[in-house]
């Protein structure tokens, strides 16, 4: 098991490195995750719209590892949104887990398509009045967000009685958005990676020239090094595997570290890899599955 934390905002400890679980290899099938956890892997990213709660939920049910040693994170999609939906949502997520609480609860993304200015503002203070709601409630340890670029994150801050502690973003070496970290540690937020290997794409990070030489020079593999780039810039990873192998060795990341120099080669690199998802242009034509209850 991972023995490396990050603190949170309000003193709590998240693992240093978390599992993704977008998501085919997922839905309906439990065994991947149950792989993951004999790999002692405690933290594990899913979302409403993933489709994967529910083999999360009969994953750590068949494990016998106490709810209490095991960290879940989930999130509402766009169309969840809003007061009144926020609570049906969630207990569908919590009925699909197969748990009575969350540990982080996230708003997905920010801007529903189209939306104007005043509208994705109002949409969202309303959205996180009611995810603070199930704090109070006890159905929620704690709140994150993801895909907030400084300006959503913003308003959220201007206008939160709870914190969120975390922020989840497409970051890996050719997409580290450096003013959007920045912003989130400067405001006592953890930056989380999504896609931390790039989703593993040919001809991006993968046979990326200056991640192989720095895969060369150190002895690791590029995702190795994708995640030790992250670690150092203070970054929780959440690389997803569905190989024992891969889940293995994303973990083998905390014996070795990457020179300030090549930190910052890497920091300086071309962009790639980047998977066109842009916060403000959200994604036309995604729906959460209400029917998924
Ligand atoms: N908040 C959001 O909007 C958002 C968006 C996208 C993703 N996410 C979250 O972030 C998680 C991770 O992102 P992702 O799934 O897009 O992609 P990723 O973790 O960047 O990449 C996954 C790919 O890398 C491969 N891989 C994993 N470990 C490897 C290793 N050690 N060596 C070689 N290849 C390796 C996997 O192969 P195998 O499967 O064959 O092992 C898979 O093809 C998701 O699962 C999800 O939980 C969040």
Redesign the pocket.
């Known amino acids: 098991m991972l023995q490396e934390f990050y603190t949170l905002n309000d003193g709590s400890k998240l693992p240093k490195i978390g599992f993704?679980?977008?998501n085919e290899?997922f839905a309906d099938n439990k065994e991947v995750i149950l792989q993951a956890l004999d790999c002692g892997y405690r933290f594990f990213?899913?979302a409403s719209l993933y489709e994967t709660e529910r083999s999360l939920g009969n994953a750590l049910k068949e494990s016998g590892i106490n709810r209490s040693d095991v960290i879940i994170e989930t999130?509402l999609w766009i169309d969840e949104m809003g007061a009144g939906q926020v609570e049906k949502a969630f207990e569908r997520s919590l009925n699909r887990l197969q748990t009575d609480y969350v540990d982080i609860y996230m708003m997905?993304w920010p801007r529903q398509t189209g939306a104007d200015d005043e509208d994705w503002k109002t949409l969202d203070t309303e959205t996180w009045q009611a995810m603070e709601k199930l704090v109070e409630q006890g159905k929620v340890r704690r709140l994150g967000l993801?895909?907030f670029l400084p300006h959503h994150l913003k308003n959220i801050l201007d206008t939160c009685k709870i914190r969120p502690v975390v922020d989840?973003l497409?970051l890996?070496p050719g997409y580290s958005q450096e003013n959007a970290v920045a912003f989130c540690q400067a405001n006592g937020v953890l930056p989380m990676a999504?896609?931390?290997?790039?989703?593993?794409r040919e001809n991006a990070t993968i046979g990326n020239s200056i991640l192989v030489k720095l895969s060369e020079k150190y002895g690791k593999?590029i995702?190795q090094i994708n995640l030790r780039f992250l670690l150092q810039k203070g970054i929780l990873p959440?690389?997803?595997?569905?190989?024992r192998s891969?889940m293995k060795?994303?973990m083998e990341v905390f014996d070795f570290a990457l020179s300030e120099d090549d930190l910052s080669m890497l920091s300086c690199m071309p962009q790639t890899a980047w998977l066109e998802e842009h916060p403000d242009f959200a994604i036309p034509g995604r729906k959460s599955n209400p029917d998924n209850i």
Do not use: F, M, V
């Open positions: 993704g679980t977008y290899e990213d899913t999130k997905h993801s895909n989840q497409e890996h999504w896609s931390p290997l790039g989703r593993g593999t995702q959440i690389p997803k595997a569905s190989t891969h060795a994303n």
